[in-house]
């Protein structure tokens, strides 16, 4: 039950003959809390409490007030302000911080509970106690059981201290390894060691599993990442055979669409709608690039059907200027494109494991692209023209279809598909001129590892690219897991040139 502040607790805490006399104090007041207290632990944080004849005040604005009634008072000539240590200040703020787990709030009761477990005392263990009867939000209780048992590994009960290792093995985080292990070099039962020991095992075991998961996830995120940059090269090079050095640049342009589309709903539209940019963004970044893709198809590539090495030097040419002119545009600083709101934050799987919104979005679209992708290939009329031109273009001009027509939709879509993933792109990495430079390379690595003209090979090609780049960083770094995935795929073309898929029947003919 809580009890008012009296004038001999306030002087106590404020102005004891000894530091340990006031942080005794400070403890002794916070296991029986009032609104009174908390403005007065307050008042010595901000340094605005004086005392005077064995009286604390709080002078605030050049006016005196009694912590106890919380009125105005008269402040005595002789006053003298309270000076706090670095020692002092730590324990008034977790004071504080115990104080706090009577809050309404639950994201303030979350915060003083982690506060309280990261600097266990067992003085604290009674007010925690009383807090965890009433606290009803899982992850508040988890970190006050943390306290609590950590305030009990420093006991003198080596019955205590074992219970407080089987709690302690029950939460499998990084900070309960590193208490335990504190304990451990100080810990002289025999007991309480070997349940240390065992603990700390199983921590150290699960923490393991969390990173394998964890870099599991990063590798199939940046194996999304590759299949949308790689599946509009799919279309150009795997089915039409054009090697389009500027399919880069088509990615940046997406990622340009996506910024513009952002800075038209932060401008023009009201602020509630600013989630919605995205969704918006996603229809714009696919008919820019399609629509940069079908121009360069029409005034270019179609004079360069059949000459693959013009074609390249066309193409390069291109996105040299498709660069310059964003640079001209935009500038050549990097833009920022936000996150929405819904892509903050992450989900929460394991204590040390929490992916990513963005990255989990990324995942789902990159294969709700290949989805439609796949659909409109084989299921379309537009598909199969597609896939009648590609195969035998002789033939499907004889029976009607106006190839140069089904050229120009093939590119454009490969194109838009860029856009898509410069769309994507822009939401886990900076927006520049230079964007697309990154994935070109890798892109076109995909595509000949899966198998020219296989969307299936293209998806296998991608995600084992993206784990095996992430499980040999953890290995050897960053710059030779490239490298070491670079001769990988050499060693791969040079046993399998057809790639991982390779086509069958008469398109492997023609």
Known sequence: MAHALTADQAFQMAAADDAEQRVQAITQAVLTPDAQLSAFLSALANDEVRTANGRAYIVRDDKAIDPVSGSAAQLPP???????????????????????????????????????????????????????????????????????????????????RLQAVGTLAHQKTPETQLLLNQRLSDEQDPAVRKAIRRALAEIADSLAWGERLGTIFSGISLGSVLLLAALGLAITYGLMGVINMAHGELIMIGAYATYVTQQVFQRWLPEAAFGWYLVAAIPVAFLASALVGAILERGVIRFLYGRPLETLLATFGISLVLQQSVRSIFGAQNVGVENPAWMSGGLALLPQLTLPWNRICIVIFAFLVLGGVAFMIARTRLGLFVRGVTQNRSMASCVGVNTARIDTYAFALGSGIAGLAGCALSQIGNVGPDLGQNYIVDSFLVVVLGGVGQLAGTVYAALGLGVLSKLLEGWTGAVLAKIAVLLFIVIFIQKRPQGIFALKGRSAEA
């Open 78 to 160: 002789n006053a003298e302000d309270v000076v706090n240590s670095n020692y002092l200040r730590g324990v008034i703020d977790m004071a504080q911080a115990a104080l706090a787990l009577g809050s309404d709030d639950l994201a303030t009761r979350r915060k003083a509970a982690a506060r309280l477990a990261d600097e266990p005392d067992s003085a604290r263990m009674e007010l925690i106690a009383r807090a965890l009867e009433k606290e009803q939000d899982g992850q508040t209780r988890t970190l006050l059981e943390r306290a609590m048992a950590a305030s009990q590994l420093s006991g003198d009960d080596p019955q205590q």
